[in-house]
């Protein structure tokens, strides 16, 4: 018999978005075409450069926790270029494997057991599952709360706000008013604000992207998390960062020195040698791909299927509420029957059960707008039956 297994880690669900995208890699791998609207990825093309002897060498080895220098120092000079926001390289930027384990790191470093964190709806699947770990409550926010509405979740245990901007999966965008408001709420509470910024170039417009280090200078309240997952079209490199405070950085370093050691040695290197090369590619890529957002916005009101508002990412949040079931059923339905695959709303927050996410970085705007057509006909399966018949 198997010992006693951890009692929390038992009680986490597998992540939504992985095992819908497993049944999918199943599918194709029988030779099936599935329309994949699940998938957390744009696809970029993305030349390959040249990687030295010497970083080749260098790259079977660990390198230091913090991160390369000169990745660190590329980074903080871009946050300094696009969002006027000083960043110390040496000491306020850390890179890791991901900025998935960076926001589990983040939330061991800042919640003591008890502590509550406030997460806006719709969120992230794994932000909920990472605070428990940590020892934390998670404390949702549903999606119709707007942000001066925030504070009515404040109690004297809440230790941070996390909010993800722009949003996945809606495209939300938050302004500048309202992350000022949000800071001035952490500086009245003594909370961090943890802003997950890892969409911020799939805009139409990246200069209405305001990342919160523009906000708090100080960054005594905030916390930033980004990677080269989403906004590099680098998901398989594992490659992400963090910007904070000195102190806090301090502390994440400890754990990354226990959990991680480092991110792969050779693509930091590769990262920083070509780093202006890379986003002189990938950058008109996200934005296209917002472009391509607004093209199926139109779809939407076309085939008259409602979403919540959003202008940036690859996402869409589409509320199925008339469907005649719960989303489940529908999801399965499009899967199966329909070979279409989309996320639960449910992934992102009981206020979003009535919704499905769908991500349109992989299929073309013809087969996209196909796909919808189906969805919206099993909206309302009286009315098309009737139709049929
Ligand atoms: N944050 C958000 C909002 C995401 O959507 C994802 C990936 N889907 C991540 C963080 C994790 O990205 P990575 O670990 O690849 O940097």
Same mark, same amino acid.
């Given at each position: 018999?198997?010992?006693?297994l951890?009692?929390?880690?038992k009680s986490?669900?597998?992540?939504?978005? /992985?095992?819908i995208?497993?049944i999918?890699?199943?599918?194709?791998?029988?030779?099936?075409?599935v329309?994949t609207?699940?998938?957390?990825?744009?696809?970029?093309?993305?030349?390959?450069?040249e990687i030295?002897?010497e970083d080749w060498?260098?790259?079977?080895?660990?390198s230091?926790?913090?991160?390369?220098?000169k990745?660190r120092?590329?980074?903080?000079?871009?946050?300094?270029?696009n969002y006027?926001?000083?960043?110390?390289?040496?000491?306020?930027v850390?890179?890791?494997?991901?900025s998935?384990?960076l926001i589990?790191?983040?939330f061991q470093?800042?919640?003591?057991?008890g502590?509550?964190?406030?997460v806006? *709806?719709?969120?992230w699947?794994?932000y909920?599952e990472?605070?428990?770990?940590?020892?934390?409550?998670h404390i949702?926010?549903?999606?119709t709360?707007?942000?001066?509405?925030?504070?009515d979740y404040?109690?004297?245990?809440?230790?941070?706000?996390?909010i993800n901007n722009p949003?996945?999966?809606?495209?939300q %965008?938050?302004s500048?008013e *309202?992350m000022?408001?949000?800071v001035d709420?952490?500086r009245k509470h003594?909370l961090?604000i943890?802003s997950?910024?890892a969409?911020?170039?799939?805009?139409?417009?990246t200069?209405?992207f305001i990342s919160l280090?523009?906000i708090?200078?100080?960054?005594?309240?905030?916390?930033?998390v980004n990677?080269?997952?989403?906004?590099?079209?680098m998901?398989g490199?594992?490659?992400?960062?963090?910007i904070?405070?000195?102190?806090?950085i301090?502390?994440?370093?400890?754990?990354?020195?226990h959990?991680?050691?480092?991110a792969p040695?050779?693509?930091?290197d590769y990262?920083? *040698?070509?780093?202006e090369?890379i986003l002189?590619?990938?950058?008109?890529?996200a934005?296209?791909?917002?472009?391509?957002r607004?093209k199926?916005?139109?779809?939407?009101?076309?085939?008259g299927?409602?979403?919540?508002?959003?202008?940036?990412?690859f996402?869409f949040l %589409?509320n199925?509420?008339?469907y005649?079931?719960?989303?489940d059923?529908?999801?399965?339905?499009?899967l199966?029957?329909h070979? /279409?695959?989309?996320?639960?709303g449910?992934?992102?927050?009981?206020?979003?059960k009535?919704?499905?996410r769908?991500? /349109?970085?992989v299929?073309?705007l013809e087969?996209?707008?196909?796909? %919808?057509k189906?969805?919206?006909? %099993?909206?309302k399966?009286?009315?098309?039956?009737a139709?049929?018949g």
């Amino acid at each position: 018999m198997i010992p006693e297994l951890n009692k929390i880690v038992k009680s986490i669900p597998e992540a939504l978005s /992985i095992q819908i995208n497993q049944i999918v890699y199943d599918k194709k791998s029988r030779g099936e075409r599935v329309y994949t609207y699940s998938l957390g990825e744009a696809f970029f093309d993305i030349p390959r450069f040249e990687i030295s002897d010497e970083d080749w060498k260098k790259g079977y080895h660990y390198s230091g926790s913090l991160g390369q220098p000169k990745l660190r120092q590329k980074l903080a000079e871009m946050y300094k270029y696009n969002y006027q926001s000083p960043i110390n390289a040496e000491m306020e930027v850390l890179v890791s494997a991901g900025s998935k384990p960076l926001i589990f790191m983040i939330f061991q470093t800042i919640l003591s057991a008890g502590d509550e964190v406030l997460v806006a *709806e719709p969120a992230w699947l794994s932000y909920k599952e990472q605070i428990k770990l940590a020892g934390g409550v998670h404390i949702p926010v549903p999606y119709t709360k707007s942000v001066y509405e925030w504070a009515d979740y404040i109690t004297p245990r809440t230790k941070a706000i996390v909010i993800n901007n722009p949003n996945n999966p809606s495209g939300q %965008l938050y302004s500048r008013e *309202e992350m000022t408001y949000l800071v001035d709420l952490a500086r009245k509470h003594n909370l961090f604000i943890l802003s997950d910024e890892a969409y911020s170039d799939f805009l139409v417009r990246t200069d209405t992207f305001i990342s919160l280090a523009q906000i708090d200078k100080s960054k005594e309240n905030i916390i930033i998390v980004n990677s080269l997952s989403k906004n590099m079209g680098m998901s398989g490199w594992r490659v992400g960062y963090v910007i904070a405070h000195e102190q806090v950085i301090k502390q994440i370093l400890k754990l990354n020195q226990h959990l991680i050691t480092c991110a792969p040695t050779i693509l930091q290197d590769y990262m920083a *040698e070509h780093f202006e090369e890379i986003l002189a590619y990938t950058r008109p890529q996200a934005v296209a791909m917002a472009e391509k957002r607004k093209k199926v916005c139109e779809i939407l009101n076309n085939v008259g299927i409602k979403s919540l508002r959003g202008v940036g990412t690859f996402y869409f949040l %589409l509320n199925v509420s008339e469907y005649n079931g719960t989303t489940d059923e529908l999801v399965e339905k499009l899967l199966i029957e329909h070979n /279409i695959a989309v996320v639960s709303g449910i992934a992102y927050g009981e206020s979003t059960k009535d919704f499905v996410r769908f991500g /349109i970085g992989v299929e073309s705007l013809e087969n996209i707008e196909k796909s %919808l057509k189906i969805i919206k006909s %099993l909206l309302k399966p009286s009315i098309s039956e009737a139709v049929n018949g």
